[in-house]
């Protein structure tokens, strides 16, 4: 029976492992998790889900199949260069932690180890997360099936080259909190217009989720599906024309651009903190 171990018990670990044993029929005996110092959130993830968890790295990853970095990127260095010498070349390593790219985890670990960079969203944690995934050259197909398996237990998945992952980070990485920034305009106008809180949540919530089936069921472009919902002179029209004159639409590609650009940037500067550690050593 495989051990996957998680370094880090935050909420993305939780995500994770919550979705593998709910969703992907996981024995929660085979899952293992760590932090440094909180031992109550070991004890509390210990009681609600039945893993193990552990505050020693060389009880967290001896007979490890699978080794999920789930920590804060900053703290990517130090975490696994204490955990280097318990890495196996026949353990894969899962990375969730953006902006450090795969040549940095790998001259951290310093072996050949089937590397792989996962960015999923924060819908992880009611298992519908849009997580792309990219592999270096030590992974093999099998590798590849079970990261795949993994994620699927929390989402979708999407094999990307890793020169994609600063886009995707910009696109679906932080595009839950885009879509959250509509919510909160919707609710303010439902206000304004005099409707309840209740009653607006219900109708914004439902309104979302059958504008994303649509797309999801549909064959036509979302750009289709706008147009046969916008009759000319009618309400629609008259609401889409004022997002129009404030160039919503342009803001929204704008922001993804520069999300995107802005995971490039931080992902360039951890990298080169990394390697002038690793030179210094």
């Not at 920590?71 to 280097?84: F, G, Q, Y």
């Not at 919530?205 to 649509?214: D, F, K, R, S, V």
């Amino acid at each position: 029976m495989s051990k996957t171990a998680f370094i880090g018990a935050g909420s993305m670990a939780e995500a994770i492992f919550s979705g593998m044993i709910s969703r992907g029929g996981v024995d929660p005996s085979t899952i293992y998790t760590s932090n440094r110092t909180n031992t109550a959130r070991l004890d509390e993830l210990q009681e609600q889900y039945g893993v193990t968890g552990c505050q020693s790295l060389e009880k967290l990853l001896t007979g490890a199949d699978i080794v999920v970095l789930t920590v804060k990127p900053k703290d990517v260095l130090t975490v696994l260069s204490a955990a280097r010498p318990y890495i196996t070349e026949e353990m894969m390593v899962i990375s969730v932690a953006a902006g450090v790219d795969i040549a940095s985890l790998e001259g951290i670990i310093s072996k050949k180890v089937s590397i792989i960079r996962a960015m999923p969203n924060t819908s992880a944690a009611v298992g519908k997360s849009a997580t792309a995934i990219a592999a270096n050259k030590q992974t093999k197909e099998k590798n590849l099936a079970d990261a795949i398996a993994l994620f699927k237990a929390i989402g979708t998945v999407s094999l990307v080259e890793e020169s994609q992952l600063d886009a995707v980070t910009g696109l679906s990485g932080s595009g839950p909190a885009y879509i959250y920034y509509l919510v909160e305009a919707m609710e303010k106008s439902a206000e304004a217009i005099g409707l309840d809180t209740d009653t607006a949540k219900q109708l914004i919530i439902q309104t979302l989720i059958g504008a994303a089936e649509m797309v999801n069921q549909s064959s036509k472009t979302a750009y289709q599906l706008r147009k046969e919902v916008t009759s000319p002179g009618g309400t629609t029209e008259a609401g889409l024309k004022v997002l129009a004159a404030h160039q919503v639409q342009e803001a929204f590609v704008n922001c993804i651009q520069e999300a995107a650009m802005q995971s490039k940037r931080m992902g360039q500067q951890i990298s080169e903190e990394i390697e002038v550690s690793l030179l210094k050593k």
